[in-house]
Structures are given as C-alpha cells and as structure tokens.
Nanobody
Framework: QVQLVESGGGLVQAGGSLRLSCAVS????????MAWYRQGPGKQRELVAV???????NYADSVKGRFTISRDNAKNTVYLQMNSLKVEDTDVYYC?????????WGQGTQVTVSS
C-alpha cells in the first residue's frame, strides 16, 4: 500500500515562494509516476506538474517557468518548488502516485497567496 503525506503549504504574499513536499511510503519514488494537482472550492482538480520514472516532466501552462517538480530518491520524496506565486495559485495541493496501474493520493495541503 502506497501512502503519501504532503507538507509545506501555508500563507505567502504574491511574488513569494513555497516548497511542497510529498513523502512516499510503501514503494520507491524512483518507480512511480508522481504528480501534483490542485483544487479550489467548486472547481475540478487540475494537473499542475507530472514527473515520470523515465524522466519526462510536464507542467500546466499556468505554472510553466514558475513551478518545478523534482524527486529525491534517497529521501523517497517528491517536491514542488513554487516561485513567483500569484493569488490565483491559491488552492489545496494534492500529491498523486501511480504504481501498478493504481492511483494513490495524499490528503492535500492548503496554499494561500495573498495580494
């Protein structure tokens, strides 16, 4: 059973930075497709960034050039570095892992960007 625990959310002013962490247990990060999603009230969950085991990385157009997804295999953790944050980045951010065709989700971490 893969378990994901996100951390690092909080309140930041527009233009600031945050780094989200997703600690993985039950499998190894190097074998997983990992992604970050976000969702606000009344909105559909939106893909922010995805990192595949083969090394391919993709970002939503809205975060390209500002957000970076990365892995630390030694710590079995995936990160989302968020720079130049905007008010519209305010959402609950979720980590997702895909392993053996099954999806696993974390509990989410709130990111609030103030103007």
């Amino acid at each position: 059973q893969v378990q994901l625990v996100e951390s690092g959310g909080g309140l930041v002013q527009a233009g600031g930075s945050l780094r989200l962490s997703c600690a993985v247990s039950g499998s190894v990060v190097s074998a997983l497709s990992m992604a970050w999603y976000r969702q606000g009230p009344g909105k559909q969950r939106e893909l922010v960034a995805v990192s595949n085991p083969g090394g391919t990385i993709n970002y939503a157009d809205s975060v390209k050039g500002r957000f970076t997804i990365s892995r630390d295999n030694a710590k079995n953790t995936v990160y989302l570095q968020m720079n130049s944050l905007k008010v519209e980045d305010t959402d609950v951010y979720y980590c997702k892992a895909v392993w053996v065709l099954r999806e696993y989700w974390g509990q989410g971490t709130q990111v609030t960007v103030s103007s």
